[in-house]
Nanobody, 127 residues
């Protein structure tokens, strides 16, 4: 059974930093593409892309987080992490990690490409 479990969510003040982690089990972690997405609560809110990392470690970021967020993975711990800095209230959302066996390089930020998802974890940034 595939499981993705996020941790590290918290409430912080603007300008602060936070690190999210996602432990993945039930699949060959090193062979999978991994991504982070977020969703602001509300009707018809879409998942917003944050970052994706391929099986070989190639990384892509959404423009909104470039220079502030860093995605990384540790194959020995089956963990993908998201280091977030210079947080603003606009970063407040439910954050999700996701995994899929194969995604073409141009689609790593498309949530529809991912088959496996975590339950999500809340990040709240106060001004």
């Amino acid at each position: 059974q595939v499981q993705l479990a996020e941790s590290g969510g918290d409430s912080v003040y603007a300008g602060g930093s936070l690190k999210l982690s996602c432990v993945v089990s039930g699949l060959p972690f090193a062979d999978y593409c991994l991504g982070w997405f977020r969703q602001v609560p509300g009707a018809e809110r879409e998942l917003g892309a944050i970052a994706g990392i391929s099986d070989i470690g190639t990384i892509t970021y959404a423009d909104s987080v470039k220079g502030r967020f860093t995605i990384s993975k540790d194959n020995s711990k089956n963990t993908v992490s998201l280091q977030m800095g210079s947080l603003t209230p606009e970063d407040s959302a439910m954050y999700y990690c996701a995994a899929d066996e194969w995604i073409s390089s141009g689609d790593w930020l498309r949530p529809s490409e991912y088959d496996h998802w975590g339950q999500g974890i809340q990040v709240t940034v106060s001004s």
